[in-house]
């Protein structure tokens, strides 16, 4: 009976310590797992913050390249304003010109494109550039974490982009064909009448969407 006795309350007692164990293990595991959520939505905060100030460096370099570049943007300065107010100012007309430049239909498009600077090998490579620029953001870790709407116009703009520069290429087509010039020129003017105005409402939207940060350069 004694060794009974023995028995049962040692049972009892390893069930308790047992317990006990596997309440302790379990709420280890707990804090862990609300520290390693924590960590990530901290890290998580500040890599988008990361991400928005690339995106929005990208987007104010291109509205600012795309203006001078394909539209010859040349905006008048008043004299006596500081650095800060004229950079505020030349950033207020420039949205006004590209908020208009946006709604040209073909005819106007191409009665304002800049076709000395536009169709050149130098504009290629620096929209060819920028292409890649955006499809490095939608590609960086973390991206499946973006808003959908951001992605997708980060993903038309890359798009536009990369058929801009399929237009310029085939303008430049001309100096290997001289006897097709006109041919060539005019397939490479028309498409570009047909991305710009897309490019530019992309750019448009990207900055009512607050992506439109100051770049440490123009272009």
């Known amino acids: 009976m004694a060794f009974l006795w023995w028995w049962r309350n040692y049972n009892e007692e390893l069930a308790m310590n047992f317990f006990a164990e596997l309440f302790g293990a379990a709420f280890t595991l707990f804090i862990i797992d609300v520290l390693l959520v924590r960590s990530k939505t901290k890290r998580w905060k500040r890599v988008r913050e990361d991400i928005n100030y690339l995106i929005g460096r990208t987007v104010n370099r291109l509205r600012d390249g795309i ?3 394909a539209y010859n943007f040349d905006p008048q300065i008043p004299e006596g304003l500081d650095a800060k107010k004229t950079q ?4 207020e007309v420039r949205s006004d010109f590209l908020n208009k430049t946006a709604k040209f239909n073909k005819e106007e498009t191409l009665a304002h494109i800049n076709e000395t600077e536009l ?3 130098s504009s290629y490579e620096y929209f060819h550039e920028k292409a890649e620029e955006v499809w490095k953001i939608l590609n960086v870790r973390y991206a499946d974490y973006l808003h959908p709407e951001l992605v997708s116009l980060l993903l038309d703009l890359h798009i536009e982009l990369k058929d801009l520069d399929g237009h310029i ?4 087509k001309a100096k290997r064909f001289p006897k097709d010039r006109v041919f060539y020129e005019n397939l ?3 498409g570009a009448a047909f991305s710009l105005p897309k490019i530019v409402q992309l750019l448009n939207d990207l ?3 607050g992506y439109s940060d100051l770049a440490s350069s123009s272009n």
């Open 67 to 69: 203006s001078i570049r």
């Open 88 to 91: 505020s100012h030349i950033r």
């Open 119 to 121: 169709f050149t090998e």
């Open 169 to 172: 290429r085939q303008y430049l």
């Open 188 to 190: 490479g003017k028309n």
């Open 207 to 209: 900055k009512m969407a």
